[in-house]
Every structure is written in structure tokens, then in C-alpha cells.
């Protein structure tokens, strides 16, 4: 079964870090283009990051020069370094991604995952 796994949340303070993981298993041979969205209580999901196969980035201007946005080919793995976090982040985060199979790219949405920041 296809899936994509995302992990890393959890609960932080103002001005700490977090790293999230997006991991793609079952039969796929790659990923191409993925994000990370993500969605806060009565709020819409918005994006924050994305990185297209060939490694282009794009941010939303209200995590940029603080998240990064990056992949591992080999472990079929996307992350996002979360550094100098506000309480305004806090939010559920997840992650998307097009994945190739055998018979074609297709899309998956990961399952989220919460981070908290305090302040």
C-alpha cells in the first residue's frame, strides 16, 4: 500500500526548532514534487513549502529564512526544518506529495502531524 508517513511534531517554546519527516513507502519508485501545509484551528490549509524533483524551493512569506524545505532521494524521504518557531505556527502540518508508481504518478496527502509552539 502507498502511503506517506509524516512525523516529527510535538511541543516546543518560542524561538525552538522542530524537524518534520514525510516518509513514502510501499511501491512507488520516486517522489517528484511535494509540500507541507498546514492547517490551524477555524483556519483554512495553507501552504508553507514545496520542492519540486529537481530541488527548486518555494516558501510562504511567513516562514521564510526560517523553515527550510528539503529531500532525501534515497530514503524516499521529504523534511521540514522548523527553526526560530512563533506561537502563530502552531498548527497541524502535512505533508503532499506525487509520487511515481509503476503505472503512473499519482497524488498522497500524509496524515498530519501537530506542532504546538508556546509562548
Known amino acids: 500500500q502507498v502511503q506517506l508517513v509524516a512525523s516529527g511534531g510535538g511541543l516546543v517554546q518560542a524561538g525552538g526548532s522542530l524537524r518534520l519527516s514525510c516518509a513514502a513507502s510501499?511501491?512507488?519508485?520516486?517522489?517528484?514534487?511535494a509540500g507541507w501545509y498546514r492547517q490551524a484551528p477555524g483556519q483554512q490549509r495553507e501552504l508553507v513549502a514545496t520542492?519540486?524533483?529537481?530541488?527548486?524551493?518555494n516558501y510562504a512569506d511567513s516562514v521564510k529564512g526560517r523553515f527550510t524545505i528539503s529531500r532525501d532521494n534515497a530514503k524516499n524521504t521529504v523534511y521540514l526544518q522548523m527553526n526560530s518557531l512563533k506561537p502563530e505556527d502552531t498548527a497541524v502540518y502535512y505533508c503532499?506529495?506525487?509520487?511515481?508508481?509503476?503505472?503512473?504518478?499519482?497524488?498522497?496527502w500524509g496524515q498530519g502531524t501537530q506542532v504546538t509552539v508556546s509562548s
Open positions: 503532499n506529495a506525487d509520487l511515481e508508481r509503476r503505472y503512473g504518478s499519482a497524488n498522497y
Open positions: 510501499g511501491n512507488i519508485f520516486s517522489i517528484n514534487a
Open positions: 520542492i519540486t524533483s529537481g530541488g527548486i524551493t
